[in-house]
Nanobody
Framework: QVQLVESGGGSVQAGGSLSLSCAAS????????MGWFRQAPGKGREGVAT????????TYADSVKGRFTISQDNAKNTLSLQMNSLKPEDTAMYYC??????????????????WGQGTQVTVSS
């Protein structure tokens, strides 16, 4: 079992920045995908960004490319999401997720086994 705890959400005006963190209960040195997902009211869950533990290769949704950056710390038990140039349409509950994986990169659409409880991000215009 893996426990994931997100932090760092909040409210910001459009154009501002926020940083999210996700603390995992175990180290994920090899064979893990970790990612950030979001769900806005009345919408389905959307993959935002993923990172593969072995290569550090990242994948981003088109809607956030160039504005968001996903990273994993050297100890590989903390995942971060730096969000810049935020837009009102970024408003959502953001979830951290992780899953064992063998490959070269982590898909945005995949069955992730472990999920955090979520942290709210609200961007006002």
């Amino acid at each position: 079992q893996v426990q994931l705890v997100e932090s760092g959400g909040g409210s910001v005006q459009a154009g501002g920045s926020l940083s999210l963190s996700c603390a995992a209960s175990r180290y994920m040195y090899s064979g893990w995908c970790m990612g950030w997902f979001r769900q806005a009211p009345g919408k389905g869950r959307e993959g935002v960004a993923t990172i593969y533990s072995d290569s550090g290769r990242t994948t981003y949704a088109d809607s956030v490319k160039g504005r968001f950056t996903i990273s994993q710390d050297n100890a590989k038990n903390t995942l971060s999401l730096q969000m810049n140039s935020l837009k009102p349409e970024d408003t959502a509950m953001y979830y951290c997720a992780a899953t064992p994986f063998v490959g070269s990169w982590c898909p945005l659409q995949y069955r992730y086994n472990y999920w955090g409880q979520g942290t709210q991000v609200t961007v006002s215009s």
